[in-house]
Every structure is written in structure tokens, then in C-alpha cells.
């Protein structure tokens, strides 16, 4: 059974979820439109460097396809996405000295943009495969994350290549063939599996000799000493902030204050509001957006009562946890769950 704080772990990097939205723009749809039922701010969003949750990004996507009626977008974001848009990692992998230096790169540092997946390769015969392993279950946003992995890869591989014959690439997908299938041809070409146990994908095994077009050996050098610094601090990069986060997501509905909290920490209550506030954040703030997105993910993956998600979260009264629902998302609670009963399974909890 699926974590809830696996769902709401700091997993993708903001850069996509603002592809997503520049791409509703050109649609055009309105910024209200698109953050529309997602919590999400419009500045912050497009200002902050901060990590995005699943819960978050599934929310954003949801909407994205309802809005646009085009449920292959993870398919055209990414074959938009330009190199740069990858930060270091892009710049370290198309400046590597071949196609087997390109996919090391990638296996190595995705975990700076989308630390949800493990990326493994294997030499498999005359073949070269890549495979993603979840580390915790897609759902929802699964169609969306390997179908923006599947063209992020093939315009990489071709930035730093050439053009590609896809009569020699090999694409499978963990989902049922939709019913707009022949999209996925037409971005990645004819060998297209569905119902896969895992997201997979193959080329030739020759083709990792093939040298890079964009090869730059001081690039890669500099890029790649920016992307290992990076991997190595990536669970400090929301400092205090993300210690407080994280302290609240494993809190089970019985919060704790921020006196508690500063004790815990040993320091003085003013010394972490300091800290906090350094960061642009607040106490208050940290955990509303907690509460938020575990009352999403509740009245999503589970069968809970309103009255039961309202406990779990802390609140005394119904009416309280539903007035604040009003706040975050412009909807009720129940509104919020109905909008979302044909998108995701539900379970039950204990």
C-alpha cells in the first residue's frame, strides 16, 4: 500500500511543472486556469527552486489534461524541453564524449530532477537498455512522468547525436495502451509496448560508441563537478525548512508546536524562527502546506470520511477543516474528491 508521505516527499524539480504551464499558456489558458485545484502558486512556482511533490505535480497534471483535453501531454512537454531546461545534468550529459558517457551521466544525477525514479542499464545482447524502477507507485501521474522521460530521452540522445533512426528504438510503458496510442508512435516511432512490468527503453548496443556531436571536455568537467556537489547535498537543500517539513509529515494528526519542535531541534524557539525566516519560510506556512496536500492525498487514495481525513489532519471540527479546504483550493472537500473518484484508485486505511 502506498505511503502518503512518499507522496509528499520533495521529488521534481519546479522546472517541469513550469514547462507544463508555459505550455497551457500557449493553449491560451489563463494562470487561474491552470493552478486551479492545485494549491500551487503562480510566483512561487515560477520564482523558488524548490522541489515538488507528487501529490503537487499530480494535481497541476490532472488539470493540465482537463484543460487542454490532451492526455499525452508528458509526450509533447518533453520533446519541447530544451537542454538547458535540465540545468547541469543537461549540460554535463551533451557534453560528454559519447553516447555511453551521455546515458552515465543521466543514470547518475536524474535523481537531482526526479528523484521518484531509479534509472538502470544493462547491456542486453546486442542491445543497450534502460530501465525505471519506482521507487514508490506513479499512479496517477504515471502516464505523465514516462511519457515526459521517454521524449526528454530521445531529444537528448539526438541533441548530442544527430537524428536518430526510431526504427531501431524500443519503447515500453508500465500502463494499458490508451486509446491515443498512435501519439506515442508518432513521437517515438513504430515499437511501442504497453503493460509492461516496467518503464523500458532500448537502442543498439553499438550506438553507445557513437561519439557526441556537442562533446565539450571542459564543459563536462565543470558541469559535472556542480551536478556530483549537488547530489551529494541533495537532502540538505531545504535546510531548516525541510527538517521542519519533514518532522510534520511523520506527525500522524498530532502536530507538533513550534516550541516542541525548536526542542527537539535544541535551540531556542526565536533561534528556529530566525532560521526559518532566513529561508523565506514560517512555521505556520510549513504546515498548512503539509496539511493541505495529505488532505488531497487522503481524499484521493483513500475511502475516508470527510469527518475521518479532518481528524487525521488535526481538527476538531469538520466545519473548521472544510472552511480551510474553501481557502486552499476554492472547493469543498467532497467537491475535491468527486473531481478526482475517475482518476485514481482508492483504498481503505486503518
Known amino acids: 500500500m502506498p505511503r502518503a508521505a512518499d507522496y509528499l516527499q520533495p521529488t521534481m524539480h519546479p522546472v517541469y511543472a513550469r514547462l507544463l504551464c508555459m505550455d497551457l499558456r500557449k493553449r491560451g489558458f489563463s494562470q487561474e ?34 484543460l487542454s483535453g490532451c492526455p499525452w501531454l508528458g509526450l509533447e512537454v518533453g520533446a519541447m524541453t530544451q537542454v538547458a531546461a535540465h540545468g547541469q545534468l543537461g549540460y554535463a550529459a551533451v557534453a560528454s564524449a559519447d553516447l555511453r558517457s551521455l546515458i552515465g551521466v543521466i543514470q547518475r544525477y536524474s535523481p537531482l530532477r526526479l528523484s521518484g525514479l531509479h534509472l538502470q542499464g544493462a547491456e542486453t545482447g546486442e542491445r543497450f537498455e534502460m530501465l525505471a524502477l519506482e521507487r514508490f507507485e506513479m499512479r496517477r501521474i504515471s502516464e505523465f512522468i514516462y511519457g515526459n522521460l521517454a521524449t526528454i530521452s530521445l531529444r537528448l540522445l539526438e541533441t548530442a547525436s544527430g537524428t536518430l533512426d526510431l526504427q531501431q528504438l524500443r519503447f515500453a510503458f508500465p500502463f494499458a495502451r490508451p486509446q491515443w496510442a498512435a501519439e506515442y508512435h508518432r513521437f517515438l516511432g513504430p515499437n511501442i509496448e504497453f503493460d509492461a512490468a516496467v518503464y523500458r527503453f532500448s537502442m543498439p548496443l553499438e550506438w553507445l560508441d557513437w561519439p557526441c556531436l556537442t562533446a565539450d571536455a571542459e564543459l563536462a568537467r565543470l558541469a559535472l563537478r556542480d551536478c556530483e556537489y549537488q547530489l551529494q547535498h541533495l537532502n540538505q537543500t531545504d535546510g531548516w525548512s525541510g527538517r521542519v517539513r519533514q518532522r510534520l509529515l511523520t506527525a500522524e494528526g498530532r502536530y507538533p508546536t513550534l516550541d516542541e519542535l525548536a526542542e527537539e531541534f535544541h535551540m531556542s524557539t526565536r533561534t528556529l524562527i530566525r532560521r526559518l525566516r ?20 487522503l481524499l484521493v487514495h483513500t475511502e475516508l470520511s470527510i469527518e475521518a481525513v479532518a481528524e487525521r489532519l488535526g481538527y476538531s471540527d469538520t466545519s473548521n477543516f472544510s472552511r480551510t479546504f474553501r481557502r486552499w483550493l476554492g472547493m469543498p472537500p467532497n467537491a475535491f474528491r468527486a473531481s478526482r473518484d475517475e482518476t485514481a484508485p482508492q483504498q481503505n486505511l486503518p
Open 278 to 297: 532566513e529561508e523565506g519560510s514560517q512555521y505556520q506556512e510549513l504546515l498548512d502546506q503539509v496539511r493541505q496536500e495529505l488532505a488531497c492525498w
Open 33 to 66: 486556469q491552470i493552478l486551479a485545484g492545485s494549491g500551487l502558486d503562480w510566483q512561487a512556482l515560477h520564482s523558488e527552486n524548490r522541489l515538488l511533490s507528487l501529490e503537487q505535480m499530480g494535481r497541476l497534471v490532472l488539470q493540465a489534461e482537463t
